[in-house]
């Protein structure tokens, strides 16, 4: 999902940022009801990847193990 609007990073101390949340990747788990929203600075590969490994690390802490992905790229 890519934002036109991007969205300001939370921070609570230190400088102000310039970076802005501009991409989220939502996955779902049907089996266990588990939804997960990874936002992301932008929409290239490497944020896509490191959102997928934070949303399979999540679920291990469940002991769900994911076996394989359905995507919806339109």
């Known amino acids: 999902m890519i934002s036109s609007t991007p ?3 939370p921070q609570s101390t230190g400088h102000l940022t310039k970076h802005h949340y501009s991409a989220a990747t ?6 266990c009801d ?3 929203v990874s936002l992301q ?8 990847l490191d959102a997928k490994l934070d949303y399979e690390r999540q679920l291990s ?8 992905y359905h995507a919806d790229n339109g």
């Open 7 to 9: 969205g300001l990073i």
């Open 26 to 31: 939502v996955f779902v788990n049907s089996f």
């Open 34 to 36: 588990y939804t997960h």
């Open 41 to 48: 600075e932008d929409s290239s590969m490497d944020a896509t």
């Open 61 to 68: 802490a469940f002991g769900v193990h994911v076996k394989g």
